[in-house]
């Protein structure tokens, strides 16, 4: 799940100003984490904590009320009820704060199980739902050794996603889309074009689009397929949490064996 924090920080000054290139300094000049942190953290405490999701994801945000780039619309109104019925979204949240379960979780069965229970307290529409669960599948299969083959075999057929496409084909004709059949994809092929943890990320905030959250995708996948983050790039990313959220990922990470 440090991977997908990298990738939302590393992304956050691009979300409104696209970069169409590979070329840029990683942590560039007013980065910092957004909600795809958040929310990360969040599912990551609420999972081991055995907590309701709902309720962990609308304490964290209310905790934390703001963030760079602020939140989607309708999450910020949810936040502010005290319901915990979900809305229906099909946007990319759900698929942004799921990594942790792709590593909590020892079988394909159950990874597909909790990204949906993880997602349906807001995103209950089925792109929302589905959005989860191939990001959730993709991060379980890197961490048990598949091969790209494998995985972008296994999402395809699944998961009804193309990923035939390359990223030199995409990136003249994407425009920004928070939705998740219009990014989870995306962020996928950027994970399978990639050589390592760091061209994984470069090649998501060359898609443009949502960078932050489609770059969080992505660095989740990568992270599991790679076996980790670079000691330097995981120390910077780090830096920019505040203390609590940073003991949460170091929990998480001695736990399920990820340091």
């Given amino acids: 799940m440090l991977g997908a924090i990298v990738g939302d920080i590393v992304g956050s000054i691009y979300e409104f100003n696209n970069h169409r290139s590979k070329d840029f300094p990683l942590f560039g000049e007013g980065c910092d984490f957004t909600d ?20 962990y994801i609308k304490n964290y945000a209310r905790k934390y009320p703001k963030v760079k780039g602020g939140y989607g619309g309708r999450f910020a109104q949810w936040i502010h009820t005290e319901s915990l019925e979900p809305y229906n979204s099909w946007g990319n949240g759900s698929a942004m704060r799921v990594s942790s379960i792709g590593f909590a979780f020892d079988t394909l069965e159950s990874v597909i199980a909790e990204a949906k229970r993880s997602a349906e307290v807001t995103h209950n529409h089925p792109e929302g739902i589905k959005g989860a669960q191939a990001t959730a599948v993709a991060i379980y299969m890197a961490r048990k050794g598949q091969s790209k083959e494998q995985i972008k075999a296994a999402i395809a057929e699944s998961f009804d996603y193309d990923l035939n496409r390359t990223l030199d084909e995409i990136r003249p004709i994407y425009k920004f889309n928070e939705s998740c059949q219009e990014t989870v994809p995306e962020a996928i092929i ?25 770059t969080c995708i992505t660095g989740g996948i990568a992270e599991a397929f790679y076996g980790g983050v670079p000691q330097d790039i995981a120390e910077k ?10 003991e949460v990922v170091d929990e998480f990470r001695e736990r399920y064996g990820l340091c």
């Fill in 36 to 55: 795809d942190t958040i929310l990360t953290v969040a599912i990551a405490d609420c999972l081991m904590q055995n907590g309701n999701y709902g309720e």
């Fill in 190 to 214: 950027a994970f399978l074009e990639s050589t390592d943890f760091e061209d994984a990320i470069r090649n998501g905030i060359s898609l443009g689009g949502d960078s932050d959250t489609l």
């Fill in 237 to 246: 990313a780090l830096s920019y949490l505040p203390s609590m959220m940073r």
